[in-house]
């Protein structure tokens, strides 16, 4: 009975599963005050996250296990300069309303 008790209860405390998806969601919510801002970085952050996931794919078999972590987050970081950039040299209005989020995609 106890383990019923703890396994229906463990997700009201120790692991709450909505704040963990919305936690990733804190730069979204600071900068969809208008629907440019929101596609904007909902375009980096989906550019982020396919570029990110061809190269890991690609590159999987050829790192070593010691440095995969590192060789991903520096893939991942890439990617998110490039969209950095972009947004600077095209979209420079909404570079300035984007401003310091658009690094926090890696860390989400």
Do not use: H
């Not at 009201?12 to 600071?30: D, M, N, T, Y």
């Amino acid at each position: 009975m106890a383990r019923i008790v703890s396994e229906f209860t463990k997700g009201l405390w120790k692991e709450i599963p909505p704040f963990r998806f919305v936690l990733g969601l804190c730069s979204a919510l600071a900068v969809t005050t208008d629907v440019a801002n929101g596609l904007g970085l909902g375009g980096g952050v989906i550019f982020v996250t396919t570029m990110g996931n061809v190269f890991v794919s690609m590159l999987r078999k050829i790192i070593p296990d010691k440095v995969r972590i590192a060789v991903f987050i520096a893939i991942i970081a890439s990617a998110v300069i490039i969209v950095e950039l972009v947004m600077q040299a095209y979209f420079y209005p909404l570079f300035l309303v984007l401003g310091i989020w658009i690094p926090l995609i890696v860390v989400n």
